[in-house]
């Protein structure tokens, strides 16, 4: 079901904001303000099968860890937002745009970020729903903000800064392990 919003998402994108003979600048614009939005549709939900106490027992009577099992959603998640960024940025460049890997990479950080950050809460709260409200709420922010945030502004590369996208790369990675390794131990109590 993530998967297919994240496509629609990729999908009407184009009806929002022109995706066609862009120059760099107002290329980043569709990526940063709508595809990076993926990063929260796909992440967040890594938890909500086992927040069902039935569906939690029954994975957790199989052999495979239930460590495991999140890892690999984890990976999948992020793995199918790469490739719908990267797939949506060649559909801009086949309309003469002047996307770059850059662009690519640094909307990959974006969606990286927000989508670990609701990931974390949903650890944190046990509750996915909960977990879609910080990301939004951030997202947000840096609408009303803007580059005020500094190094954690989400659209930088529309005002032609990349360095941005590192920390929050960075920080995407960070809030990934954090809500992995919180989500374990919760389980080694329960």
């Given at each position: 079901?993530?998967?297919?919003?994240?496509?629609?998402?990729?999908?009407?994108?184009?009806?929002?904001?022109?995706?066609?003979?862009?120059?760099?600048?107002?290329?980043?614009?569709?990526?940063?303000?709508?595809?990076?939005?993926?990063?929260?549709?796909?992440?967040?939900?890594?938890?909500?099968?086992?927040?069902?106490?039935?569906?939690?027992?029954?994975?957790?009577?199989?052999?495979?860890?239930?460590?495991?099992?999140?890892?690999?959603?984890?990976?999948?998640?992020?793995?199918?937002?790469?490739?719908?960024?990267?797939?949506?940025?060649?559909?801009?460049?086949?309309?003469?745009?002047?996307?770059?890997?850059?662009?690519?990479?640094?909307?990959?950080?974006?969606?990286?970020?927000?989508?670990?950050?609701?990931?974390?809460?949903?650890?944190?709260?046990?509750?996915?729903?909960?977990g879609y409200m910080p990301p939004l709420l951030y997202y947000a922010i840096n609408i009303g903000m803007g580059p005020k945030l500094g190094s954690f502004y989400l659209f930088s590369m529309a005002?032609?800064?990349?360095?941005?996208?590192?920390?929050?790369?960075?920080?995407?990675?960070?809030?990934?392990?954090?809500?992995?390794?919180?989500?374990?131990?919760?389980?080694?109590?329960?």
């Open positions: 079901m993530s998967i297919a919003v994240a496509v629609l998402l990729c999908l009407v994108t184009p009806l929002f904001i022109g995706t066609a003979n862009l120059d760099r600048n107002s290329a980043a614009m569709p990526l940063e303000m709508f595809v990076s939005l993926i990063g929260v549709v796909l992440l967040t939900p890594v938890f909500q099968p086992e927040q069902n106490e039935e569906i939690d027992d029954l994975v957790s009577s199989k052999y495979c860890s239930t460590a495991k099992v999140h890892l690999i959603r984890t990976v999948y998640s992020i793995g199918a937002a790469a490739l719908l960024i990267c797939v949506f940025t060649v559909s801009m460049k086949l309309q003469s745009c002047d996307v770059t890997p850059v662009l690519a990479l640094g909307t990959i950080a974006d969606a990286l970020f927000l989508g670990s950050m609701g990931m974390f809460t949903s650890a944190l709260t046990g509750n996915t729903v909960i005002t032609g800064s990349y360095a941005a996208k590192l920390w929050l790369f960075l920080a995407g990675l960070l809030m990934t392990a954090a809500a992995l390794f919180y989500q374990r131990l919760r389980k080694r109590r329960a």
